[in-house]
């Protein structure tokens, strides 16, 4: 299951996954921890952002929505409503 919004943040040396309820904590957390990486974070495409599974998985959001999908974490009427517009990514919103 999915049990909460994560960025996987890459600086070049390190890897790093922080955590939160939705992504805007994830990425005031980063910017908590190191303020010169969270500007780098965000102006370039070294972050990624996804879900954290019960087994410590990062999934980004196209495999986070799928593994929701599977694990029925989403309910029937999001699921039509997303498959209408053809949409592939899971948003925190969608399970909270």
């Given at each position: 299951?999915?049990?909460?919004?994560?960025?996987?943040?890459?600086?070049?040396?390190?890897?790093?996954?922080?955590?939160?309820?939705?992504?805007s904590d994830c990425y005031a957390t980063l910017f908590d921890l190191n303020k010169e990486l969270s500007k780098k974070a965000r102006a370039s495409s070294a972050v990624i952002e996804g879900?954290?599974?019960?087994?410590?998985?990062?999934?980004?959001?196209?495999?986070?929505?799928?593994?929701?999908?599977?694990?029925?974490?989403?309910?029937?009427?999001?699921?039509?409503?997303k498959g209408v517009k053809h949409e592939t990514v899971l948003y925190s919103e969608d399970l909270y």
């Open positions: 299951m999915i049990v909460c919004a994560a960025l996987k943040i890459r600086d070049g040396i390190y890897e790093y996954t922080v955590c939160g309820l939705r992504h879900f954290l599974t019960t087994d410590n998985e990062f999934l980004d959001r196209y495999e986070a929505y799928e593994h929701a999908k599977a694990c029925g974490q989403i309910p029937a009427q999001l699921r039509y409503d």
